[in-house]
């Protein structure tokens, strides 16, 4: 694994932010180092920051209508109104 992502992972462990953990992993490769390796790091921020998105802005799931996500999302199942 890429030392990078490796202090980005111990930095979120530690109970960084994803920009926190960013921005100390881009600051140990500020130096010498490679677009790839900000690359690699980044790629695996946008997927962290994604999945804790997830949290305030769920995805409707494959095959759900929009108007029975609706109900869901407002608490209800499709049985309450069949």
Do not use: C
């Amino acid at each position: 694994m890429n030392k990078y992502l490796e202090k980005y992972k111990e930095e979120r462990e530690s109970g960084s932010t994803e920009y926190e953990s960013l921005g100390v992993a881009a600051s140990f490769m500020a130096e010498g180092r490679t677009l790839d390796d900000l690359n690699i790091v980044y790629d695996f921020f946008q997927e962290d920051l994604m999945e804790g998105m997830e949290e305030y802005f769920p995805t409707r799931p494959r095959g759900v209508s929009s108007d029975e996500w609706k109900m869901r999302e407002a608490g209800h199942k499709l049985s309450d109104f069949i």
